[in-house]
């Protein structure tokens, strides 16, 4: 596969170890950081360390497509492919699909498609799922394009929410004017960095994946915390050279974790931080236990980096609640994240 030629391009994987690949693949990314304005900028630590660490039972497949030299060396990378191949999922994501910005509209991007569809296939998948942004109703303009390919290539938009992207300004609004709420009777705070403690290591794993639904008195308090969720989702973390910052809250009586939230860091961009899940278990919801847990969790973050001034984050737009509370804190919505999904086989 490595020498196959689709209209006059070369693919080939991108592998960690080829440096004077990687180097054009960054230099890519970072032209193309334009496509959506006011995004985060890439960062090459936390992009080159995404080769070697994949998320938590997916597998990543990464190529790049370039023209070659008329002397018949290899050409410049043009564009660039990542497919995420989850653990027993029949569909295959498309994570990344860019040409260069002076190339685009000449065939490139749709011979990547092409690429997709047959790794997809050569995994057994029988779709491929993608995010495409668009605008919100009164929102900044958005690229009509990706949307537009989405639909030329076949796919066609999924029926599953769309996603709400998020931004807090803390130059402009500054949630903890008022402080942290008090923790309510009962239950108590506390805070973690990047590796979760052991004692906490099964539980944020549960509720992760179950979104805080899962009954505790289901739970087999003896899981092996090594082979958690947690750990498997660490390893990617810091193999990418992210910092992450938590807070929970513990019920005093159980002595068990019923919530949490995390922001995490990238290296390279000192302004900006994520905020990521906050999960609070069923049976103790209705105690403002989100909000007090993003509001002290933004706290513990500032402490240690001082430097951040914009916070993003995403919703399901059917999530009312948690978008609620970022409204709350001055999160003001840009985009939507919209689901497109393309049959494998079908022709595109």
Known sequence: MNDDRIHGLRFSPLAADDEATVVQWLRLLDDSAGDVPGSAPPCA?????????????TKLE????RHDGSDGRDGRVVG?????LPDGADVARVDQLLVAPGLRRRGIGRALYE????????????????????????????DAGPAAFAAAVGASRASVPAGVHQWLDLGAHDPLTAGVPEVPEGYALVTWGTVTPDEYAVRVSLLEQSLGDEAFEEVDEEREVGTSYAREFETMRVGRGRRAYHTGVVHEESGRLAGYTSVSKTTGNPSYALQGMTVVHRGHRGRRLGMLLKLANLEYVLRHEPEVRLVETANAEDNHAMIAVNSSMGFVPYERWVSWTGLVGSGG
């Not at 630590?45 to 039972?57: Q, T």
């Not at 990464?62 to 497509?65: N, R, Y």
């Not at 660039?80 to 995420?84: D, E, N, P, Q, Y």
């Not at 790794?119 to 958005?142: D, F, K, M, N």
């Open 80 to 84: 660039a492919l990542r497919l995420a």
């Open 45 to 57: 630590v936390d992009m080159r360390g995404s080769l070697r660490f994949p998320p938590p039972a």
């Open 115 to 142: 690429r997709a569809v047959g790794i997809a296939a050569g995994h057994g998948r029988s779709a491929l799922a993608a995010t495409v942004v668009e605008a919100l109703p009164g929102g900044p303009a958005r």
């Open 62 to 65: 990464d190529w790049v497509v």
